[in-house]
């Protein structure tokens, strides 16, 4: 079991909707989460972070912590073109290092 | 306030030979992490230094190392290269782990 797994995708919404990215964990000792964005050919840029269980809200973002289910989403609200991109949920299992998933590619279509 | 930098951008390397990539934080940042990423593996942790010391490794072979300086510049080394150490190499420096990292750049490299 991979210790933080996301869907591939590409998740596909048209320009103006709201898209839900998921990202689940394996390690219960889990203690803060982060969504970052990565366009093709750049670096990530960190978007949202979260430590504890609930929402919460930046702009269009809000990112969403389930402890006990070991969940964390993102959602993009009153989605854009510009938000095409690759989303990578990163987790902190208290190693000094953040743990990455592979990434969900975004695509809005105008 | 300057980013992570990171140099060269892009190198260019054939098998057998080493390189170093050099990695300078964001001032005041102490902690300066180093990550692989491929198409196939996504982000693979290589190893994070603070206060010149390496506080964790992850699992690639001897062959990948690094370090860090007093003044938190860190460098990290790959030694007799393998065309499967292609791939985007990123350095990210953090004030503490739970505030996330911000990324540098990164240095293309590739092995032929």
């Known amino acids: 079991q991979k210790e933080v797994e996301q869907n591939s995708g590409p998740l596909s919404v048209p320009e103006g909707a709201i898209a839900s990215l998921n990202c689940t964990y394996s390690?219960?000792?889990?203690?803060?989460f982060f969504w970052y964005r990565q366009y093709s050919g750049k670096s990530p840029e960190l978007i949202m972070f979260?430590?504890?269980?609930g929402d919460k809200e930046d702009g269009r973002f809000t990112a969403q912590l389930n402890k006990a289910s070991q969940y964390v989403s993102l959602l993009i609200r009153d989605s854009q073109p510009s938000d095409s991109a690759t989303y990578l949920c990163?987790?902190?299992?208290?190693?000094?290092?953040?743990?990455f998933g592979t990434g969900t590619r975004l695509l809005v279509s105008p | 306030k300057a980013g992570v930098t990171q140099t060269p951008r892009y190198l260019i390397k054939t098998r057998g030979q080493q390189v170093t990539l050099s990695c300078s934080p964001i001032s005041g940042h102490r902690s300066v992490s180093w990550y692989q990423q491929t198409p196939g593996q996504g982000l693979q942790f290589l190893f994070e230094y603070f206060s010149e010391t390496q506080r964790n490794k992850g699992n690639f072979p001897g062959r990948f190392s690094g370090r860090q300086f007093s003044n938190s510049r860190s460098e990290m080394n790959v030694s007799t290269l393998e065309l499967g150490d292609s791939a985007l190499y990123l350095c990210?420096?953090?004030?503490?782990?739970?505030?996330?990292?911000?990324f540098g750049s990164g240095t293309r490299l590739t092995v032929v």
């Open positions: 990163a987790v902190n299992t208290g190693f000094q290092k953040l743990v």
């Open positions: 990210a420096s953090s004030l503490k782990v739970n505030y996330g990292y911000t």
């Open positions: 979260i430590y504890s269980n």
């Open positions: 390690d219960r000792g889990s203690q803060s």
